[in-house]
């Protein structure tokens, strides 16, 4: 299995930024993918943004339609990180964060997993809270 740690969440004004980190231990060689998921009271969890971990695909992303333009995911494959550069945050990006990996063997091409039920594997979540 694959074990997630995230950090990085905070308090921070509107128009703000902030940089979520998740980095992975133990089998970190079968993830396939890795994205950020995020919660907010009430509400269901949602995808956020993933990456194409490895393979000639390595790379390849996928946004939220809300999120595009002012998140990044980004990838470290040395040291098995993720980031997530969240910048121009909104008061309704308020939520608790979760990184998940995808350990499903996938072939090469650009599709980018972004149903919670494609990731196998949960970091405990950071609250980020934005203030208007």
């Known amino acids: 299995q694959v074990q997630l740690v995230e950090s990085g969440g905070g308090l921070v004004q509107a128009g703000g930024s902030l940089r979520l980190s998740c980095a992975a231990s133990?089998?970190?060689?079968?993830?396939?993918?890795m994205g950020w998921f995020r919660q907010a009271p009430g509400k269901e969890r949602e995808f956020v943004a993933a990456?194409?971990?490895?393979?000639?695909?390595?790379?390849?992303?996928s946004y939220l339609d809300s999120v595009k333009g002012r998140f990044t995911i980004s990838r470290d494959n040395a040291q098995s990180t993720v980031y997530l550069q969240m910048n121009s945050l909104k008061p309704e990006d308020t939520a608790v964060y979760f990184c998940?990996?995808?350990?499903?063997?996938?072939?090469?091409?650009?599709?980018?997993?972004?149903?919670?039920?494609?990731?196998?594997?949960w970091g405990q979540g950071t609250q980020v809270t934005v203030s208007s």
């Open positions: 998940a990996a995808d350990l499903t063997p996938r072939a090469g091409g650009y599709y980018v997993p972004r149903n919670f039920n494609q990731y196998d594997s």
């Open positions: 990456i194409r971990w490895s393979g000639w695909s390595g790379g390849s992303t």
């Open positions: 133990g089998r970190a060689f079968s993830i396939s993918t």
